[in-house]
């Protein structure tokens, strides 16, 4: 674990670029990189350029995730943003949120203010019913019909072999998860129920769109057991327990049936007398009598015989 978080550390460390506080900078240089679409700028990962044209690299003033990229896990940071603000991409200071048609910056939903209907629009692919598209605030409130706005943005990441594995997010301004916007007609559409055909995630309403080329489950729902499912697994522990109880009599009655046999060859032997097979055999106690006689006949014998011996013994010394 702890060598995981070292590595961790170092690799973070040597991903951040590394620029002194002072160094000058403008932020008329700030890109987004064209495939992870993170933003660049001529300061590091803790440092953001005080003003647009020549300024300096300063440390930063607020942060955007718990964990901040380039920090390490000693190190000071800084503060998150409190509620109806937010901490811009190069980290220079909390600010207000941003009115419809203001901008925002890319994929930021959050920066913009939410609408009066909040409760009616919000949804997993929006900040309270707000998002942000073309880098505007807009709200999520086409209807169906209606003319919408698209973000069609493919983050490509580059694997530790080289690999190269791209991951495309469509984002609309159209009513979630009940419509989505059609890439050629840039229309609101109804979103596709489970079973239906898709080609892309956001045509299903589950938000998942499955090798098939059909709208299934979303990822992480529970699974929906069917009635037929339930009677075979009903009809299979019925069957097992049946099988079970029926193998157990069987099973007691032949160790019965042993026993029986037992009985009936140690009556014989005790008796010594003609019995009938089919006759009925002694009780337990009457065997134990017969068993008692048997061994006191034994030791009657070897008793008579002992003192037989003796007394041949003693008549030819
Ligand atoms: C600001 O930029 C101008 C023009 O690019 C340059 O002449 C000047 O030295 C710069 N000032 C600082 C403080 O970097
Ligand atoms: C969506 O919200 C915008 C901004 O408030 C508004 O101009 C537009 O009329 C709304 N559209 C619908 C269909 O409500």
Not at 51 to 73: A, I, L, V
Not at 106 to 130: T, V, Y
Not at 252 to 267: A, D, G, P, T
Request: glycine share 6%; net charge neutral.
């Amino acid at each position: 674990m702890i060598i995981l978080a070292t590595v961790l550390v170092l690799s973070n460390q040597a991903l951040s670029s590394s620029v002194a506080v002072g160094t000058s900078c403008s932020s008329s240089n700030n890109r987004l990189d064209p495939s992870t679409h993170k933003l660049l700028t001529d300061c590091d990962d803790r440092t953001f350029c005080t003003s647009p044209t020549n300024g300096t690299c300063q440390p930063r003033q607020c942060r955007r995730d718990e964990f901040p990229f380039g920090y390490g896990q000693t190190d000071p940071l800084p503060p998150l943003c409190g509620d109806g603000t937010f901490c811009a991409d190069e980290g220079s200071g909390c600010q207000n949120m941003v009115e419809v048609g203001q901008p925002c910056e890319m994929n930021r939903d959050e920066q913009c203010a939410p609408p009066k209907n909040a409760m009616e629009l919000a949804s997993s692919q929006n900040f309270n019913g707000a998002v942000c598209l073309q880098s505007t605030c807009m709200f999520a409130n086409a209807t169906i019909g209606q003319r919408c706005i698209i973000d069609d943005t493919t983050y490509v990441d580059t694997g530790p072999d080289g690999q190269q594995s791209g991951n495309r997010i469509i984002r609309h301004n159209c009513q979630t998860p009940l419509l989505y916007c059609d890439l050629a007609s840039t229309q609101c559409f109804l979103a596709r129920p489970v079973g239906m055909e898709c080609a892309l995630d956001y045509e299903c309403r589950s938000f998942n769109c499955g090798p098939q080329g059909s709208c299934i489950e979303s990822a992480g729902s529970a699974h929906q057991v069917q009635r037929w499912q339930y009677a075979i697994a009903i009809v299979v522990v019925a069957i097992s327990m049946t099988a079970t109880g029926a193998m157990l009599v069987v099973i007691h009655q032949r160790l019965r049936l042993q026993q029986h046999r037992e009985l009936r060859e140690y009556y014989y032997e005790q008796v010594k007398c003609v019995v009938r097979p089919r006759q009925k055999l002694p009780s337990t106690r009457l065997m134990k009598f017969y068993s008692l006689r048997q061994s006191m006949f034994a030791l009657h014998h070897r008793a008579t015989h002992r003192q037989r011996q003796e007394n041949k013994d003693y008549y030819t010394d």
